[in-house]
């Protein structure tokens, strides 16, 4: 394995670990952001929809992107904005500019996340490119354990709310340094050829829908979750924020282990699995009056969301004979109009209703998944269809 190889999937895995920082934080983010800027609760909640939305942007924006655009470049120049933008956001603090500014970084993280996938797709073979998914569910997962304690502590020492996502982006500077450095020895202009070719599987339609729902459903309580925490057992906000390292813990060990247990079972069986303990642990949430079993629940929970997103991936693409990279933009585009509707659609939930509310609204749509996902299995069983080996 050559230097260079090596380099390209570091790049790769550490877009996934800044994306997770930035999308991991919103939680702890939102009280400090409300306090500074004199708004409420959900106005700033609703500021993060803006990141999220300009993550859909940048993934619809990749399918154009990458045909006229050297995939170094694309990295080198958009990790470098996410930087400048998070100085920004630090030093000039206005709440009017949010909107564009987080709009900004968001599809250049979009863009980034396409990048990611694209390079793994193009210098590894179906195997390992399948295990190094997993694995970037495992750098997520472990930027969502260690940048929210980064945060917290910072947080407990007056910062300003700003200061979480100026940490992410100083991680974004290896991106580019390593970019820099790394020769990109392919070319994604040729796939433009393969577009009439594009084979489709309503396997791959039922899984896209299926991950649109679960992104939803991990999303919004890990945004809502810390304070639900205080409401509830009227808790200190610096206790309550320590439940979401909790949660990331379990799924930086669920997603190493999903690694091996996809290997012995089929990626559906294990689907269900996970979205039967997602919808369980959620119920629990609403139900249990101990604070002292609210770490169990959220390892719970946090092993049900551990390898989620490119499981759901990797199932959907199970079904096409040879994927390309409009199958995988077309799974991003899911996940991330999932990603940008949490905050917003939680947010007027909570307004009208409560925070109880949403974690059961969540419960029911894991139920929809589930359902979904068997009935999909069923059709299959009928149909006499036989899975390869990765589903």
Not at 145 to 152: H, L, V, Y
Request: proline fraction near 2%; charge should be positive.
């Amino acid at each position: 394995m050559s230097v260079n190889k090596i380099s390209l999937t570091v790049i790769s895995l550490l877009i996934s670990f800044t994306l997770s920082g930035f999308g991991t934080q919103i939680g702890l983010l939102i009280k400090p952001m409300s306090e500074q800027f004199g708004v409420a609760l959900t106005s700033a909640s609703s500021q993060f929809s803006w990141y999220l939305g300009g993550i859909l942007v940048g993934n619809i924006l990749s399918l154009a992107i990458f045909r006229y655009f050297k995939v170094k470049l694309v990295v080198i120049s958009c990790y470098l904005m996410v930087f400048l933008l998070a100085l920004w956001m630090h030093f000039v603090p206005d709440f009017t500019t949010l909107p564009l500014l987080l709009s900004i970084m968001g599809v250049a993280c979009g863009l980034g996340v396409c990048a990611s996938s694209t390079i793994l797709t193009e210098i590894w073979s179906a195997k390992k490119r399948g295990s190094l998914l997993v694995s970037q569910d495992a750098l997520y997962n472990s930027a969502g354990m260690i940048f929210p304690f980064i945060t917290a502590y910072l947080l407990a020492n007056n910062f300003s709310w700003s200061i979480g996502y100026l940490v992410v982006a100083s991680a974004t500077l290896l991106i580019v340094i390593l970019a820099l450095f790394t020769r990109f020895d392919f070319d994604t202009n040729t796939q433009a050829t393969e577009d009439k070719n594009t084979e489709w599987h309503i396997g791959l339609t039922v899984a896209g829908i299926s991950l649109f729902f679960a992104i939803i459903c991990s999303l919004t309580p890990i945004i809502w979750l810390p304070n639900y925490l205080v409401e509830k057992f009227a808790i200190s906000e610096n206790m309550a924020a320590e439940i979401i390292p909790k949660v990331f813990l379990a799924a930086l060990i669920g997603s190493i282990l999903s690694a091996f247990i996809v290997a012995k079972i089929k990626v559906q069986t294990f689907l269900i699995f996970v979205v039967m303990l997602g919808c369980g642990s959620l119920l629990t949430f609403t139900a249990i009056e101990s604070l002292a079993s609210i770490s169990y629940i959220a390892y719970a929970f946090g092993l049900a969301i551990a390898a989620l997103y490119h499981s759901f991936m990797a199932w959907g693409l199970s079904y096409i004979k040879k994927p390309n990279y409009r199958h995988v933009t077309f799974m991003y585009l899911c996940g991330g109009i999932g990603g940008t509707l949490a905050p917003y659609m939680s947010s007027l939930l909570v307004e009208k209703n409560s925070i109880t509310a949403v974690f059961i609204g969540c419960a029911i749509l894991y139920g929809i998944i589930l359902f979904m996902i068997l009935a999909l299995k069923f059709k299959q069983r009928n149909n006499g269809v036989i899975e390869n080996a990765i589903a």
